[in-house]
């Protein structure tokens, strides 16, 4: 999933200063199952704001809703309606549903309510931690299953750097050497054939740095 | 001869090589690196200038080594993949080859979080071993990793740097051995002070033979101080430095410990000669080039060979 972490309030509140009504949107997708962006959080980031203004003396008029995605135009088109009625939004999504949104009302403020973090899992209730850099050029069937883009520190393709200690990385004691954590996998599985193997220079042109991605399916067009 | 440099000619003459290293200011002062220098020459075969290490922002690797070879002294580029992309590695390696240094050392480079800039965007787009094929690329095929010719290709005598304590412990010779199918002609350790792992690392080295195909060149770095020996031994991830070794110069009183650190290094250089394998040494006489003369005349390794 896409994870997040909650914005400062002062930060939030300094942005939504000058408008005097706004709407909360939150949304059911990633953000709901990492509790930073879902119906609930919309609810309290509302009343915490309201409490806020009214405590400064500048009341304001909050609308709590909560979209089933925010990144697909069907559920963003539910805001029509009343958009206009509002000065500003304030999105608790992640950054693209943030973007979709000023996208498609382009007459209203879009804001960050929250910092989107990164494509990870739920280690344990109240953990989570990055996966997937989404490079576009997936080379999991040769590193045991564990991604040396996104686990190691330095994105090396023939690790563990002269860093590694004890299984964690140099970066620090709780971050685990991502290839440590390969080498071990490649072990158990009986493929450290695959170790002492040159690899070929990774081509970032499918990662950001060919520029803004897209997909194009033609088969669903 | 591959790139013809100093250090690769005394290597293939059979001499047992010593480099150093000289760390380039924090500032565009040239007469930092020329007051290194001086303690340097005539000391060794060649002199590392390294590249911003520990990810704190120095005079550029190719500026020192220019600085170093006006004064007479060869110099050996260091070089991180950390801070630059492909395209700014091949175009400092043509430039520095085109300015006539002849050693390089490829490296991985520390994290960014270690220096000034913690908040510095890191590269990585190729890792150290992929540098190693690439300079070994444009040096023996004449072109560019695209395919592209080059007009004229860069000559660099090339290194690695292998760190025989970090772990995991048994995939050590086994990643040595992918730097030098990637193309290193030598190496230089990591700083050793655990004797025993790194003899355990060496038999393993020489076992498959990789010790005939590659100069190795041991890492040492004088102490200073027991205090020094513990901040090391700390605060450098895969620093491997023992008790007992620890105890040696803890035992002796604060003013006898840097004489003690000089006495222990010179011992340990003298035990790195004998051993099957090791080619050189690498004194990293870090900050404290001025003792540089004194350890490696100490060892017996003075006056350094001459090699047409």
């Known amino acids: 999933m896409i994870t997040g972490t909650p914005k400062p309030i002062e930060e939030i509140l300094e942005m939504i200063d000058p408008y005097e009504r706004i709407v909360v949107a939150g949304c059911y997708g990633c953000v709901t199952v990492c509790r930073v962006g879902g119906e609930k959080e919309v609810q309290v980031l509302a009343s915490t704001l309201r409490l806020a203004r009214e405590t400064a003396g500048k009341k304001i008029t909050i609308k709590e809703v909560c979209l089933e995605r925010q990144c697909d135009p069907e559920y963003i088109e539910q805001m029509r309606p009343y958009i206009h009625d509002y000065q500003a939004v304030l999105s608790i999504a992640c950054g693209a549903g943030i973007q979709f949104l000023a996208e498609k009302y382009t007459a209203t403020p879009s804001l960050p309510g929250i910092n989107t973090g990164f494509l990870g899992v739920t280690e344990r209730q109240g953990e989570w931690a990055e996966r997937c850099q989404g490079c576009g050029d997936c080379v999991l069937h040769l590193t045991g299953g564990i991604c040396p883009v996104t686990r190691c520190a330095k994105s090396l393709f023939h690790g563990p750097c002269g860093g590694s200690v004890q299984g964690h990385c140099e970066v620090g004691k709780d971050t685990p050497c991502g290839w440590q954590l390969i080498i071990d996998r490649l072990k158990s599985l009986d493929q450290m054939d695959n170790y002492v193997k040159l690899k070929p220079y990774k081509g970032w042109n499918t990662s950001r740095d060919g520029g803004p991605r897209r997909i194009v399916r033609e088969d669903m067009i | ?308």
């Not at chain 2, 303690?39 to 600085?67: E, F, I, P």
């Not at chain 2, 772990?167 to 655990?194: H, S, W």
Request: glycine letters at 8%.
């Open chain 2, 1 to 308: 001869m591959k790139a013809g440099s100093n250090l690769e000619k005394v290597l293939a003459a059979g001499h047992f090589a010593v480099t150093a290293e000289c760390g380039p200011p924090r500032g565009a002062d040239p007469e930092v690196v020329r007051k290194k220098a001086a303690y340097v020459k005539g000391n060794v075969d060649a002199c590392n200038v390294t590249d911003n290490q520990t990810s704190v922002v120095r005079m550029s690797s190719v500026a020192g080594c220019m600085l170093l070879k006006e004064l007479g002294i060869e110099p050996l580029l260091q070089m991180v993949v950390r801070d630059r992309n492909r395209i700014a590695l091949q175009s400092d390696l043509l430039g520095a080859s085109a300015l006539g240094v002849r050693n390089m050392l490829c490296l991985s480079g520390d994290h960014q979080k270690f220096g000034d800039d913690p908040q510095a965007k890191n590269v990585f787009d190729i890792d150290s071993m992929q540098l190693i094929h690439l300079v070994k690329t444009m040096r023996d095929e004449g072109t560019f990793p695209s395919g592209q010719k080059l007009e004229g290709a860069p000559k660099f005598f090339i290194g690695c740097a292998v760190n025989p304590f970090a772990d995991p412990f048994e995939i050590r010779v086994p990643r040595l051995k992918l730097k030098m199918m990637a193309g290193a002609d030598f190496v230089q350790t990591q700083c050793i002070y655990n004797m025993e792992k790194f003899k355990a690392y060496l038999e393993e080295a020489r076992r498959q033979g990789l010790h005939e195909k590659v100069k190795i060149l041991a890492g040492v770095t004088p102490l200073k101080s027991a205090g020094m020996a513990k901040f090391m031994k700390k605060m450098v991830a895969g620093m491997d430095i023992p008790d007992p070794v620890i105890k040696r110069i803890a035992d002796e009183p604060k003013e006898k410990q840097a004489a003690k650190g000089i006495e222990m290094c010179i011992e340990q250089i003298q035990e790195l000669k004998e051993m099957e394998g090791i080619a050189g040494v690498h004194v990293m006489a870090i900050e404290w080039e001025e003792k540089l003369q004194e350890i490696i005349g100490g060892a017996g390794l003075l006056p350094r060979p001459v090699v047409e």
